[in-house]
């Protein structure tokens, strides 16, 4: 944010209303208003208005002058009778930062006519406030580089590297069909259909019929 200047006031705040530029039809220049500007409270920051309701100023007195304020501006409820230079006798209420009390202008209610395009607005002290123009940061920009931009190529790595996923899933769900149809044609061997086992043979010296037909008794075969 920066202070208010009265070079500023001099161009006019008519940028918030589309007349950006440099005064009087000048060539712009790094201090062109070149968008709408926000006045906050120099104290706390609190917004006090913007260019969109810009009435007057007068640079010469520090005041410029806005035809509608945020509920963050409290009018006082205290009149008072101006004694200054140009303007002595012309009735006000302050006008202060509902945030921090700070007193930020005047309400004017009855004006010398050097001030007289102050009368019922909300003349703001440009000592008072700090200004923010919206779209600055937009000339502070590094230019773009040659080229598409980095996520580009971000994007076209990360397609390709799920391209190869794809393949390597289809590949395997290939292999995976081609074991399920060689285990349908050649079924493994179910227990039943297995080839007995060969007989024990006898202990030396026992008659084979014998042994094999007493082990039958002995197992209810």
Known sequence: ???????????????????AG???????SDSAINGP??????????????????????PERNLFALHAVPE??????????STARGEAGSAYF??????CDAVVGRRYVTTTPDIDVMRNTYALDIEKVVTYELGRCMDSRPPAADGPPPEFYTSVAF???????????AAIAAKLQQLEQAMARHPAPSPRSAAPAARKRPPQGLNPEIYHADASKRFGR
Do not use: Q
Request: with cysteine; glycine share 12%; proline share 1%.
């Open 1 to 19: 944010m920066e202070r208010l200047r009265g070079d500023y006031l001099e161009s006019g705040c008519e940028a918030g209303n589309g007349a």
């Open 22 to 28: 440099a005064p009087d039809g000048g060539s712009s």
């Open 37 to 58: 500007v926000v006045f906050s409270c120099a104290k706390c920051r609190t917004i006090l208005g913007d260019t969109f309701a810009y009435a007057a100023s007068a």
């Open 72 to 81: 963050s501006v409290s009018c006082g409820k205290t009149r008072k009778t």
């Open 94 to 99: 302050e006008l202060s930062c509902a945030e």
């Open 159 to 169: 397609h390709e590297g799920l391209t190869l996923v794809k393949s390597n899933v």
